[in-house]
């Protein structure tokens, strides 16, 4: 297997050509594989680093069958020259854990391509003990462990927590196992290896699962259709964290959009289910689901039913005498023109931007409203997981233009600057399981 080491943050801030620059590899790879499928193998971007500093490597395995955690480390370091330390911080049979330090100042010095040189396959068939464990190695928590039969004096079950952390890497890891003794040292004491500092926590409670992922969808009728959302992978929170799930919906009569996220948060809110109506029809509906529970894998909302249940459904109003572009979406030039509901006497025109943990997104909204100075989130921000901001600086003046012919100058601004930006803010960038687009 063959990967390719994303570049790192400093990567992008070191650019400067120098004269007495190094050139180092620079990356971060951090990934649970099978262990059959080892040994594993990288390449690497190069980076020139700042006069002083210098290359390093850094790898760590852990060896759990049938799973190893593999994470490797390289880039510009200020710490000073040292040899390859290869350090067994536990062996086999079982679990098992070996890392890789290096320090140096030379072109291109840090080289390690591959965990053939640190990595050597234990043991997998010995003789067994009959005592059995619950055996997961997972970034995604441990729900259903297969219970195994642990190799001859490894009469302990272990479970724990590794909250790894270092240049692109911030994650936890749950390790479950036979080991030896009961005690809470995986790592026989470390808690630096290299860039990377590990802390271990073996109260199995103390960290959440939650299920994981963002949904986006524009179509007419989601205030009346359900639609489904089910989050494709789970993720394990940091302590303290609790589960989220977040949908925003806004209508403008033709069109309407859908926002979801699922996910870890450090809200202090810990229990609620709140729908919130920050706009109400006649005119665009802008509401929103926020829900923060404290067990596992609790927010499993399966559909967006949990928001449009609680949504007023009025008889269609009678129509009034004005006329609206009614739009909303990420591209720009609105062409639907709609003849508004009774009720409604000014036309909307403005944009919202989100900020969540795992989704940053700008929405451009058009419609009838029933007030000229309107604000759509009537002066919310938080709207569970999202930060949002709303711009509405132009309302126009009631329009009948733009049926034929070209489109309105008005809109036109709208083409540029906003979109749709998806951003993997504080995921790690592990090459197997990217985080799910779904737009
Ligand atoms: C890992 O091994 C399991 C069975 O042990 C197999 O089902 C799965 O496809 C393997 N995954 C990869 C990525 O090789
Ligand atoms: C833990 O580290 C000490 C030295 O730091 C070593 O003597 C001991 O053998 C190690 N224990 C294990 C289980 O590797
Ligand atoms: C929206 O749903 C309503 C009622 O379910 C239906 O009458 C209407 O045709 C639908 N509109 C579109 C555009 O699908
Ligand atoms: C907007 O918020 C105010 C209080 O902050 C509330 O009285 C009003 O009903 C809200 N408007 C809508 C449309 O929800
Ligand atoms: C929506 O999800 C709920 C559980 O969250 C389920 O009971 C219901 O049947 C689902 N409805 C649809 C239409 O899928
Ligand atoms: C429109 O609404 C006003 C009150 O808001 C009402 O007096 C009028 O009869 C309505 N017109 C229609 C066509 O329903």
Same mark, same amino acid.
């Given at each position: ?41 990288? =390449?690497?971007?190069?980076? $020139? +680093? ?18 190893? %955690? ?8 200020? $710490?000073?020259?040292?040899?390859? !330390? ?11 854990? @070996? ?5 140096? !100042?030379?072109? /291109?010095? *840090? /080289?390690?391509?591959?965990? /053939?040189?640190?990595? =050597? ?10 005592? #059995?464990?619950?055996? +997961? ?23 724990? @927590? ?35 500092? @590990?802390?271990? *926590? ?29 989050? %494709? ?9 609790? +589960?989220?799930?977040? %949908? ?15 996910? &870890? ?58 006329? &609206? ?21 000014? &036309? ?23 007030? #000229? ?13 999202? *930060? ?27 083409? @540029? ?23």
């Amino acid at each position: 297997m063959i990967f390719i080491l994303l570049p790192t943050l400093l990567g992008v801030t070191l650019m400067l050509p120098r004269m007495q620059a190094l050139t180092c590899q620079s990356g971060t790879l951090m990934s649970v594989v099978n262990a059959s499928t080892l040994p594993l193998q990288w =390449t690497a971007p190069e980076i $020139e +680093c700042e006069d002083g500093w210098g290359c390093q490597d850094m790898l760590m395995v852990i060896e759990n069958e049938p799973k190893a %955690l593999v994470v490797a480390i390289k880039g510009c370091t200020l $710490e000073k020259d040292h040899d390859v !330390r290869v350090t067994q911080h536990r062996t086999g049979p079982g679990l098992s854990i @070996v890392s890789y330090t290096h320090v140096c !100042r030379e072109k /291109l010095c *840090n /080289l390690l391509s591959t965990t /053939l040189p640190v990595w =050597t396959s234990s043991p997998s068939t010995g003789p067994e003990s009959s005592v #059995r464990c619950p055996v +997961c190695l997972s970034t995604e928590g441990c729900e259903s462990a297969t219970e195994l039969k642990c190799p001859v004096g490894h009469t302990h079950c272990y479970n724990g @927590v590794l909250q790894l952390k270092g240049e692109n890497i911030l994650t936890n890891v749950r390790v479950q196992g036979c080991m030896p003794q009961a005690a809470c040292d995986l790592l026989n004491q470390t808690q630096k290896i290299g860039p990377l500092s @590990v802390r271990e *926590n073996c109260d199995s409670n103390a960290f959440l699962t939650c299920q994981q992922g963002i949904m986006l969808q524009t179509k007419p009728n989601l205030t009346e259709k359900p639609i489904q959302w089910n989050a %494709l992978r789970s993720v394990m929170c940091d302590l303290e964290e609790v +589960c989220q799930e977040t %949908l925003l919906l806004i209508d403008v009569g033709p069109s309407s959009l859908i926002v979801g996220s699922k996910g &870890c948060s450090s809200a202090r809110t810990r229990d609620s289910q709140t729908v919130t109506i920050h706009s109400a029809p006649p005119g665009v509906l802008v509401a929103s689901y926020a829900h923060f529970c404290s067990s596992s894998g609790c927010n499993k909302a399966q559909n967006s039913s949990v928001l449009l249940n609680s949504l007023p459904h009025p008889a269609s109003p009678a129509p009034g005498d004005l006329q &609206c572009p009614a739009c909303v979406g990420f591209h720009g030039s609105c062409t639907t023109i709609v003849t508004c509901p009774n009720g409604t006497s000014h &036309c909307y025109s403005g944009s919202m931007r989100f900020i969540g943990s795992k989704l940053s997104a700008t929405v451009n909204i058009q419609g009838c409203v029933a007030h #000229r100075s309107s604000s759509l989130l009537n002066r919310t921000n938080n709207i569970g997981d999202f *930060n949002a901001l709303e711009n509405s600086g132009n309302e126009n003046e009631p329009t009948i233009q733009g049926r034929a012919g070209a489109a309105p100058a008005p809109y036109l601004a709208w083409v @540029v600057g906003l979109g749709l930006s998806l951003a993997l803010w504080c995921g790690v960038p592990s090459l197997l399981a990217p985080f799910p687009h779904e737009p």
